[in-house]
């Protein structure tokens, strides 16, 4: 029998989804990294998705400035009754939509925020609860996404540079090709800098066996816009 190895993961209401996914924003913007826009509808698109820092809240300085994109993840049916898995998103000022196909700009500084509103799962394989590929291998971390946390207050951050394979990392954001590794922590707001610097089409996948079956390997992680996608670099 296919068992769910992410079944004892716990559940929020829509609205508690929605206010705590607000109220991250308001962490974030105070680093100024964040986002603006609240949560609207249900946003399920199988399109590509190439998010800018114009439209996604955060600073750039014309073409040459930092390009900021946002993913969140969510848990079983936070978003909408059809996500009955963990699911990476892309946030968007219209709200999330599907991370099958993302675009990202070549030489250019990236600054990747990820909202992670689950839990952790033991098993990572530990040579992906280091951060690779992001400057000095390192990411910023705040424990804030519970709803039942107080998110005003942004100075409760860690800059680290690995995770706990065991208790800490719910899901990974790695493109092997290029060597980035970024190990997202449970119920945590993470922001990565990096640059790419070759263009092409590139491979993402969670390397945290999270999904169905004895292996975990099942389902949403051969699923495109699920657990794995592609990263169009240009």
């Given at each position: 029998?296919?068992?769910?190895?992410?079944r004892?993961?716990?559940?929020?209401?829509?609205?508690?989804?929605?206010?705590?996914?607000?109220?991250?924003g308001?962490?974030?913007?105070?680093l100024?990294?964040g986002f603006?826009?609240?949560?609207?509808?249900?946003?399920?698109?199988?399109?590509?998705v190439?998010?800018?820092?114009?439209?996604?809240?955060?600073?750039?300085?014309?073409?040459?400035?930092?390009?900021?994109?946002?993913?969140?993840?969510?848990?079983?049916?936070?978003?909408?009754?059809?996500?009955?898995a963990?699911?990476?998103?892309?946030?968007?000022?219209?709200?999330?939509?599907?991370a099958?196909?993302?675009?990202?700009?070549?030489?250019?500084?990236?600054?990747?925020?990820?909202?992670?509103?689950?839990?952790?799962?033991?098993?990572?394989?530990?040579?992906?609860?280091?951060?690779t590929?992001t400057?000095?291998?390192?990411?910023?971390?705040?424990?804030?996404?519970?709803?039942?946390?107080?998110?005003?207050?942004?100075?409760?951050?860690?800059?680290?540079?690995?995770?706990?394979?065991?208790?800490?990392?719910?899901?990974?954001?790695?493109?092997?090709?290029?060597?980035?590794?970024?190990?997202?922590?449970?119920?945590?707001?993470?922001?990565?800098?990096?640059?790419?610097?070759?263009?092409?089409v590139?491979?993402?996948?969670?390397?945290?066996?999270?999904?169905?079956?004895?292996?975990?390997w099942?389902?949403?992680?051969?699923?495109?816009?699920?657990?794995?996608?592609?990263v169009?670099v240009?």
């Open positions: 029998m296919i068992t769910d190895r992410r004892n993961r716990r559940a929020v209401s829509d609205v508690a989804f929605a206010a705590s996914i607000f109220a991250m308001l962490v974030v913007a105070g100024g990294v603006s826009s609240e949560l609207s509808g249900s946003q399920n698109s199988a399109q590509a190439q998010v800018h820092t114009s439209s996604a809240g955060a600073s750039a300085t014309g073409a040459s400035g930092v390009y900021a994109i946002t993913l969140v993840i969510t848990s079983n049916d936070q978003w909408n009754s059809s996500t009955t963990p699911r990476f998103w892309v946030l968007t000022p219209t709200g999330l939509v599907s099958a196909n993302m675009s990202l700009p070549a030489h250019r500084m990236i600054q990747m925020t990820i909202e992670d509103f689950d839990t952790p799962s033991a098993g990572t394989p530990s040579q992906y609860s280091q951060v590929g400057v000095g291998n390192t990411l910023m971390m705040m424990n804030v996404t519970a709803a039942s946390q107080n998110p005003t207050n942004d100075s409760n951050y860690n800059v680290v540079g690995s995770l706990n394979p065991d208790t800490q990392i719910a899901h990974t954001f790695t493109i092997p090709q290029l060597g980035i590794n970024i190990p997202s922590a449970a119920n945590s707001v993470e922001v990565a800098d990096f640059t790419i610097n070759q263009t092409g590139f491979a993402w996948q969670c390397m945290d066996p999270c999904g169905f079956g004895p292996s975990g099942l389902g949403p992680m051969s699923s495109a816009g699920w657990m794995q996608g592609s169009t240009s």
